[in-house]
C-alpha cells in the first residue's frame, strides 16, 4: 500500500494534502464508534503534509514514507504534543523532546496523523485498562481489540491510518494485530531505539510497525532502525532495506513447528487454521519440521516475575515531583500532602489505575529482600534457559512458526475478574521478548464466532537480527492470499 | 497467601498509599499471580549452562563529561514540574515537624 500511494505521490496522481484530508476524515467519521486516537494532530498533520507537496512541486525526490500518514502509540515522546502513556498520571504531561523513533520518522517526512489508545503504562492485553477511552475492535465493535498497543492496530485495520507504530514488552503490538487482523512486527531486541518511548520493561520493550501488508511494515522497519547513542541497545545499522528481500520465494527454508506451542489446551478451531496455514508453508517450498522448545512452559512465569520487576524500577519515576500530575499541584483538586512521603503516596494511589499497581508491587515484592534470589535471580536463569532454547532451535531450522495468541479477540470485561486469564493471552508472545529475536504476527485466518468472521495471527520467529528472513516469509504467505 | 501485613509493607516499599479495602483487593490478586510463579520450583538450575551464547552488545559507554541537558531547553523541563518557585523544583519537607 504504502509503494502504491507513493507511486501516486511521485506522478502527481494524488498530494499529501488530500492524502492527509482522506486520513483525517476517515478518523473523524469511524473514530466516535472506534476510539483508535487518544488526540489527533490534525493541524500539524496538514502542515507537514503541505511541505511534501511543495517538495514534490519542486521536483525534489521523495523517500517512500515521505507524505504517508500514520499514527504513533501515546507512549512515544513528541516535543510540545502531551504524551499520557494511558494514564491518568501523566495526564497534563507535555513532551519537551522528540523520541528517537519521531524524529527518524520526521526525517523520513511521514505524517504524523495522532496519538493513539493503550493500556496503562501498556500494562494490558485488551486496551481495557487505559484511563481515557474504551477502543473496539473494528472486526466486531463488541470485542476488544487486543492490547497493549489496541488503538494502534484499530487505527490501520480500520483505514485511519496506512501504518501506525507500537511497542511491544510481551506482545503488545502482535497480539492486538493478531486480533485486529493486521500485520504487527516487533523486531529484534535492539533493531529499533527506545529513547523517548516511556520505559515499561527496558530488558523487554521494543517499538515496531502495525501495517495492512507485510511489504509495507519492511519499509516502515527500514526508515526507522539503526543505532542511537541515547539508546545503548541499539545495534549498528546493517544498511539494509528490508522491503527489498521480499521474493516470494522461500524453497528450502526450514520452518520449526514447536510442540510444546499445541498443547491439548489449544482450542481446536485456532488449531484447524493453524493447521492449514502450515500446509500452505509447505506448498510454498518451506521444509516444515517439529520442533522442541523445551522451557517453553516456563516462559509466561519468568516473564511475569521480570517484567514486573523491571516496571516497579521505572515507574518509580512518577512521584509527583518532577513532571505528570501531583496532589502538591497547589490546585483545589487535591488536598494536598504535608511531608514528601505522603506526596509519593497519595499522587502514586491516586494517579495509577488497578493493573498499575498490581505489577508495580508484585515487581516490587520480587526485588525485595529475602525474596530476590527466589524470584528475580530464579527468573534470570529461566530466561537464560529459554534463550538457549533459540539458540538451540535456530541450529535446525530457520523460523518458527506458530498462534500469535491461543484465541481470538474476546468481549469487554470478559478478563475482567480472570487476572491469569488476560495473562494468558500473552503464551506464544513473551517468548521473543524474553529471548530477543525477531516476531512477525501476520492475518493466518479467521474463526466464526456468533456470527462473526474474527481474525487470527500466525506468528513467526527468526534469528536474531534476520527480520530479512521473517518478511520475506510471512510476504510469501501474504502473497498466496492474492 | 501474603498477610495484610506483608501487602501493607509492599505498598510502602512502592510508596503507593493504600487504603485498607484496596489492601485486602490487592492480597487476594498479587498472591494469585504468586502462586502462579510456583511452576518454576519444580526446575532444578544447578546449571550446567550459564551465560548467554547469543549476540550481546558489549557496554557502550560515554565519555564522562557534563553535557548539560542536551538539546532540551531547562524551560521546557521545568514547565512539567507541579511545583516550583524562582527557577526551583518544589518539594515539602522530607521530615514532618
Known amino acids: 500500500m504504502i509503494r502504491t500511494l507513493h507511486e501516486q505521490l511521485k506522478n502527481k496522481e494524488t498530494t499529501a494534502i488530500s492524502l492527509a484530508e482522506s486520513y483525517l476524515a476517515r478518523i473523524a467519521e469511524r473514530d466516535p464508534e472506534i476510539g483508535a486516537y487518544l488526540m489527533v494532530l490534525g493541524d500539524e498533520a496538514r502542515k507537514e503534509a503541505a511541505r511534501v507537496d511543495l517538495k514534490i512541486a519542486h521536483g525534489e525526490t521523495i523517500g517512500l514514507l515521505e507524505g504517508i500518514p500514520g499514527a504513533v502509540k501515546d507512549n512515544m515522546c513528541m516535543e510540545g504534543t502531551r504524551t499520557t502513556a494511558g494514564s491518568k498520571i501523566l495526564d497534563n504531561y507535555v513532551a519537551p523532546y522528540d523520541a528517537t523513533i519521531i524524529r527518524r520518522l520526521r526525517e523520513a517526512g511521514a505524517i504524523i496523523l495522532g496519538k493513539t489508545n493503550m493500556d496503562e503504562f501498556a500494562m494490558g492485553s485488551s486496551t481495557e485498562s487505559s484511563a481515557y477511552r474504551q477502543t473496539k475492535n473494528p472486526a466486531d465493535p463488541e470485542r476488544v481489540p487486543g492490547g497493549s498497543s489496541g488503538g494502534s492496530a484499530a487505527a490501520v485495520a480500520d483505514g485511519m491510518a496506512v501504518f501506525a507504530l507500537g511497542s511491544d514488552t510481551g506482545g503488545s503490538i502482535r497480539q492486538p494485530a493478531s486480533f485486529c487482523g493486521v500485520v504487527g512486527l516487533k523486531p529484534t531486541y535492539g533493531r529499533v531505539s527506545r529513547y523517548g518511548l516511556i520505559a515499561m520493561a527496558s530488558s523487554l520493550d521494543q517499538i515496531g510497525p502495525f501495517t495492512t501488508t507485510v511489504e509495507d511494515a519492511a519499509i516502515v522497519l527500514s526508515e526507522t532502525y539503526g543505532y542511537d547513542p541515547m539508546d545503548v541497545t541499539t545495534a549498528e545499522s546493517d544498511g539494509k532495506r528490508f522491503e527489498d528481500f521480499l521474493s516470494g520465494d522461500i524453497r528450502g527454508l526450514k520452518i520449526g513447528i514447536p510442540k510444546e506451542y499445541l498443547s491439548d489446551g489449544l482450542d481446536e478451531r485456532v488449531r484447524s487454521v493453524f493447521t492449514e496455514a502450515v500446509e500452505r508453508f509447505r506448498s510454498l517450498g518451506a521444509e516444515i519440521r517439529e520442533i522442541s522448545l523445551p522451557h517453553s512452559k516456563y516462559a509466561l512465569p519468568v516473564y511475569y516475575i521480570i517484567m514486573p520487576s523491571e516496571v516497579s524500577s521505572n515507574l518509580a519515576r512518577f512521584d509527583g515531583i518532577r513532571f505528570g500530575m501531583s496532589v502538591n499541584d497547589g490546585s483545589e483538586r487535591f488536598a494536598g500532602s504535608d511531608t514528601l512521603l505522603e506526596t509519593y503516596l497519595d499522587t502514586r494511589d491516586y494517579g495509577f489505575g488497578d493493573e498499575v499497581k498490581r505489577r508495580i508491587m508484585l515487581g516490587t515484592y520480587t526485588l525485595s529482600a529475602g525474596y530476590y534470589d527466589a524470584y528475580y535471580k530464579k527468573a534470570q536463569k529461566v530466561r537464560d534457559l529459554i534463550r538457549h532454547d533459540f539458540v538451540d532451535a535456530f541450529q535446525e531450522v530457520d523460523l518458527v512458526f506458530s498462534p500469535t495468541a491461543p484465541e481470538a479477540a474476546f468481549r469487554f470485561g470478559a478478563k475482567q475478574d480472570d487476572l491469569i486469564g488476560m495473562y494468558l493471552s500473552d503464551i506464544y508472545t513473551v517468548t521473543a521478548n524474553l529471548a530477543g529475536v525477531p516476531a512477525i504476527s501476520f492475518p493466518m485466518g479467521t474463526l466464526n464466532e456468533d456470527g462473526k468472521d474474527l481474525p487470527l495471527g500466525g506468528q513467526l520467529m527468526a534469528r536474531w537480527f534476520d527480520e530479512e528472513t521473517l518478511l520475506r516469509t510471512a510476504d510469501a504467505f501474504e502473497k498466496t492470499n492474492q | ?97
Not at chain 2, 498509599?17 to 489492601?23: N, P, Q, V, Y
Not at chain 2, 521546557?76 to 518557585?85: F, W
Open chain 2, 1 to 97: 497467601m501474603l498477610t495484610t501485613e506483608e501487602v501493607k509493607h509492599i505498598a510502602l516499599l512502592a510508596r503507593i498509599g493504600l487504603s485498607d479495602t484496596e489492601t485486602g483487593k490487592y492480597r487476594k490478586e498479587l498472591s494469585s499471580v504468586l502462586d502462579f510463579f510456583h511452576e518454576l520450583e519444580e526446575l532444578d538450575l544447578s546449571g550446567e549452562r550459564e551465560g548467554i551464547d547469543m549476540p550481546v552488545k558489549e557496554n557502550d559507554t560515554r565519555e564522562d563529561r557534563v553535557h548539560g541537558s542536551g538539546p532540551v531547553s531547562r524551560e521546557a523541563i521545568l514547565q512539567n514540574v507541579p511545583s516550583r518557585k524562582d527557577g526551583f523544583v518544589k518539594v515539602k519537607s522530607v521530615f514532618s515537624l
